[in-house]
Structure formats: structure tokens, C-alpha cells
């Protein structure tokens, strides 16, 4: 099974301040179709997650472009340019490349 | 609007099953794979495995290949994923997700208890 390895395990930040949120994979995601299926997700508390980017750094219609995914093969990025309150939740990546899909451990991010 | 509406909180005694339901809404289901996740207490997203509704092909995750059964009625535009012999590490929030995780459903918490 492929491994996502998030880093780091958790963020506490001020509103307005930058984040940055790793996730490397054990394997290349880049699939045969061209593609690489390497996806983000924030769980907000108490909720089910929800979209943000797909295919790396394709950020869904509704999705503030403060957020940021880039990275290829084995390594990958989500950032955040200036974090809002409402930014607050665990960051997934996963991966729908190879199967089964597996997620990342999660990254929690916290408002100071 | 999409929409994926799941079936309500469930208490399982060790060894029975359960169904699940998700109601897809504002988007038929044979255009996608309907995914199945869940989330043990405190814990993170794990994959059970994915269904094609328009020709009932599945795909699961090793572990859950004699736990898990994912159908689809597509004339309902509904998943389902039954949980068979039930046990307390089967406590758990079961997600449904259309691919690639573009929507989610609220999740259903299944409980295994005598």
C-alpha cells in the first residue's frame, strides 16, 4: 500500500500568517494516465470533510485561493497564504492513483 | 446542487450486520464511483473501498474484503455498504464519497455494543 506521510502533526498560527502542510508519498502518484491523483481535504470539527484541491493544485470553484497545492511524483504541498479562522480543521491528503487509496494522518491546524 | 444524504446512526450487537444508505441528489450516480471511508474515534480517514453503479464492479481495501459489501441502486441513485459480523473495533463514522472526494456525506456513526 502506498504511505502518506503528513508533516507536521499539527499548526497553531494567527489569523493572517502563512501555512504550509507536506505530504509524501512511498510511492510515485503519477498514473499511467498522466494524471497525478494526489487530493486535499479539510475536516472542520465535528464534520465530514470537504473539498479542496484535486489533481494536486486544481482548487475546487468554492475554494478561496489563499489555497495553494503543488508538488509531483513523491512530494507534494498544500499552503496557505494567509490562514482565516475559519481555516481551522485537519488537513488530509490522499491519494486516488494507486489502489487501495490511502490518506495521509492528517495535519491540525489551530487559530491562536 | 449535489448532495449525498446518509442513512441515521446505528447500534450493531457483535455478529450481526448492517446497511448503510447514501441518497445521491443533483447528480446521477452511473457517472461516477460512489467511494466508502470511515473514521474510527479520534482517528483518521481510512479507505473501504469504491463501487461503479452503472455495472455494480467493486474494489476493496484487503481488510475489509470479508467485512464490507458496497451495492448501488441506480434507479434510486443510492449506495449502500453493509457491515457483516460486527465487532467493537467496527465502531466507527462511515463516510460516503463520490470521486475524487468531490462531495461527501455527513457520515453515519455505527456503534458495535451488547
Known amino acids: 500500500d502506498v504511505v502518506m506521510t503528513q508533516t507536521p502533526v499539527s499548526l497553531s498560527l494567527a489569523i493572517g500568517q502563512p501555512a504550509s502542510i507536506s505530504c509524501k508519498s512511498s510511492q510515485s502518484l503519477l498514473g499511467t494516465s498522466g494524471k497525478t491523483f494526489l487530493n486535499w481535504i479539510l475536516q472542520r470539527p465535528g464534520q465530514s470533510p470537504k473539498r479542496l484541491i484535486y489533481q494536486v493544485s486544481k482548487l475546487y470553484s468554492e475554494v478561496p485561493d489563499r489555497f495553494s497545492g503543488s508538488g509531483s511524483e513523491t512530494e507534494f504541498t498544500l499552503k496557505i497564504s494567509r490562514v482565516e479562522a475559519e481555516d481551522l480543521g485537519v488537513y488530509y491528503c490522499w491519494q486516488g492513483t494507486h489502489f487501495p487509496l490511502t490518506f495521509g494522518s492528517g495535519t491540525k491546524l489551530e487559530i491562536k | 446542487e449535489v448532495q449525498l444524504q446518509q442513512s441515521g446512526a446505528e447500534l450493531g450487537k457483535p455478529g450481526t450486520s448492517v446497511k448503510l444508505s447514501c441518497k445521491v441528489s443533483g447528480y446521477n450516480i452511473r457517472n461516477t464511483y460512489m467511494h466508502w471511508v470511515n473514521q474510527r474515534p479520534g482517528k483518521g480517514l481510512e479507505w473501504i473501498g469504491r463501487i461503479d453503479p452503472a455495472n455494480g464492479n467493486t474494489i476493496y481495501a484487503e481488510k475489509f474484503k470479508s467485512k464490507a459489501t458496497l451495492t448501488a441502486d441506480t434507479s434510486s441513485n443510492t449506495a449502500y455498504m453493509q457491515l457483516s459480523q460486527l465487532k467493537s473495533d467496527d465502531t466507527a463514522i462511515y463516510f460516503c464519497?463520490?470521486?475524487?472526494?468531490?462531495?461527501w456525506g455527513q457520515g453515519t456513526l455505527v456503534t458495535v455494543s451488547s
Open positions: 464519497a463520490m470521486d475524487p472526494g468531490a462531495y
